[in-house]
Every structure is written in C-alpha cells, then in structure tokens.
C-alpha cells in the first residue's frame, strides 16, 4: 500500500485537474496541483495555481519568446528637444517620420502632459477593476454608454484572453462623459482630463506627421477625434506561455496612444519576429494605424501587435483611439500620389471600413453606434 500511495503522490504531483464551477455570484475553483486541492470562492477568475482549458490557445497562437530581451531600437523620441541653432525649437519630426516607416511605433517622452491627470487615470482605472460588484458585463452603449468585458465574454475558437476590458466612447467629450462609469465617484472627472490631455498630445503628433509627409499644416484638425479609449487589465498568469492578453491584430485608427506605466507585454511584429517594447513610465507609446497608412499611401505603416501576459505582474493599460470621424473619406492624401507612386487604397468612408473589417470585434456595430 505505501508503494502505491507513493506512485500516487507523483502522479498527482505532475497531474493537474482544473475543475471550474460557476454560480451567479461566486466561482468555486479546484485545482489538483503536487498533492494539493484548493477551494476559495472568494477568488476572483485569474486567482488560479493553473490555467483553465478554456484559456490555453492552440500551439500556433501562443507566444514563444516571453524570455527574449527588450528590443532597443523602437525609437524614445524627445518632444521637448534643445533649440536648434537658429533659435525656434526642433520638433522631432525627422525621428517620428523614421520611426513611422520602419516600426509604425515609437515612444515619446516630455510630452507635456501632467504626472498627475496619468496618474490619477490609471489609479481611477485600477479602482473600477478592482471593484468586486461589476454589474456591467456585456453592456452596449445604447444602455450605459460603456462595455465592460471579463475574461470569458470574449473567445478566439472558444478561447478566451487573460483579461479584462472597459471601452467607451470620448466623442464629443461633453456628450460622452455623462454616459461614462459613475463609480468610482471621480471616474468621469479624471478620465475627461486625461482625454482633453490626450486631445492635445495627438494633435501636436499629427501636426509633425503633417511636416515629415509634406502636406498643408492643419490637415488633420477637422477629421481627427479622440474617439475611444479601451482600458486593459491584465493580471498575473500561472504560465504566459499558454495564454494571450490580446491577440494578433492591426488598429483600426489614425493613430493610437497608450499608456502603460512600467508595465512590460506589449510585443510588435518586425521583420516576421515578435519584439517585446520596453516599459518606461514616463513615456506614452504611439503606433500608426492602418487610416494613417493609408492616408500616406503606405509612407508610414500600421503593424501586428499583441500583448502577452506576466507570471506575477499586474499589467493595467490605456490605450485612446484618434480616429478619423465616422463620415469622412478616407483615401491617400492627393498630395502623396503621381504616376510614379499611383494611389494604392480605394476610397472609403471610415464608419464603412469600420463595419466591413469589424473593427472592433464583437462589438463594433455598437461602438459604431455610439461614435455617430
């Protein structure tokens, strides 16, 4: 009998058994891992020794270098640069333009923006993911003027991403910020800051995109909105390496901006590799969406990203959305096409590339809805 409780010790000690049970209002998780079964049903979903089944993606999906160094070459572009020698200041232009081209991502840093309004976003954001009653699952913008998603509301072939998510619409602000979480108490006043902010730094982005394409200054002013801002928690995961925070995708945008404090997990596609993007916490990342490349006519690109998860890292983002608005044709700026570089995109009203490439995934009518 000792010989056989022995070879069942090491058995269980390499099997593990996930059991997940739902009720309305609590989860009960069991999970046989060395020997040992754990019961908690006040644990929240990622609260786990192991991963669930039905958030372990297929081999061809899963991330393969969670160990690889930070690629250094994603450019950390200065916006507050030394005046130049005849005495006006040097707007980075040259290094966006670059960087544009050869990653479609770039960070930026002395930009402006207060600590506090990104501070207070992000300890506004980490408030309403920590709340324990979240009533709001599923919630289109017609009832709430919000979504907020956990992790088993979205699923790729019946898989679902290791996180949580709240999208909502930002325009126009004084429209939007009524429809907005009203709890946390400060939650609309904070974000509505953090988007005035975010307004400010995207238009003063565009403006030397404008200069390095060459087209008329202010070509952007009256068809570029903060339009949507999608907030992320990713929390720790008993093995990234089964598990995505988001897939593979390309954005829908003239422009994106996140934010992601120290957090690392971000990983952009060059040249048929994933690279991971450093984390620096002053900096705002800022990638080219696929409107902008084809505004340009493929001058800047829009790339693949994703963002893997952290074994014990909390990783909480917020990523705004400069969208051009939902009537506006976009094609490539006259300016940028000749015989020599014909135009390369067909003309397309935005909302229609929008609905025809479901932008937004499951919820794009809904978002689309909400932005007219």
């Known amino acids: 009998m000792d010989v056989v409780f022995r070879i069942l010790q090491v058995v269980a000690s390499v099997l593990i058994l996930e059991v997940t049970t739902w009720h309305p209002t609590r989860k009960l998780s069991i999970c046989l891992a060395k020997g040992k079964m754990k019961e908690d049903k006040d644990a929240r979903w990622f609260e786990l020794e ?24 994603i450019p950390v572009i200065d916006l507050a640069k030394s005046k130049a020698a005849n005495g006006h200041n040097s707007q980075p232009v040259e290094e966006i333009l670059k960087a544009s081209q050869e990653f479609g991502f770039f960070q930026v840093i002395n930009h402006g923006m207060a600590e506090k309004t990104v501070t207070d976003a992000i300890n506004v954001l980490k408030e309403f993911f920590d709340m324990q009653a979240k009533n709001t699952t599923g919630t289109v913008p017609h009832t709430k003027g919000y979504i907020y998603t956990n992790s088993t509301d979205f ?36 974000i509505a800051a953090y988007i005035i902010e975010i307004q400010k730094l995207s238009s003063r982005i565009l403006e030397m995109i404008c200069e390095g394409l060459g087209l008329k200054q202010g070509y952007f002013k009256d068809t570029s909105e903060v339009q949507l801002l999608s907030s992320n928690l990713y929390p720790p995961c008993p093995d990234p390496s089964l598990t995505l925070g988001i897939l593979a995708h390309y954005d829908p945008s003239l422009l994106t901006i996140l934010y992601q404090g120290g957090s690392t997990g ?7 590799q994933w690279v991971n993007v450093g984390a620096n916490p ?15 006519n493929r001058k800047l690109k829009s790339v693949k990203h994703r963002v893997v998860n952290n074994t014990h890292e909390t990783r909480r983002s917020i990523a705004t959305f400069v969208n051009p608005s939902p009537d506006c044709i976009i094609e490539p700026a006259k300016h940028l096409v000749n015989e020599l570089e014909p135009s390369l995109y067909p003309a397309s009203q935005y909302k229609d590339y929008v609905l025809r490439n479901k932008a937004f995934g499951d919820y794009t009518a809904a978002i689309q809805n909400a932005l007219r």
């Open 155 to 190: 699923a790729k072939d019946g898989v679902h991403l290791w996180r949580e998510n709240l999208k909502h619409a930002c325009h126009p602000l004084e429209e939007c910020v009524r429809l907005w979480p009203d709890t946390p108490t400060r939650y609309q006043e904070v």
């Open 282 to 296: 002053n900096a705002f990342v800022v990638n080219i969406g696929n409107q902008l490349e084809i505004i340009s």
């Open 266 to 272: 971000l990983q952009v596609m060059k040249d048929g």
């Open 50 to 73: 192991c991963v669930p089944k039905e958030y372990i993606f297929p081999m061809e999906y899963r991330p393969q270098n969670l160990d690889s160094p930070v690629c250094d070459s």
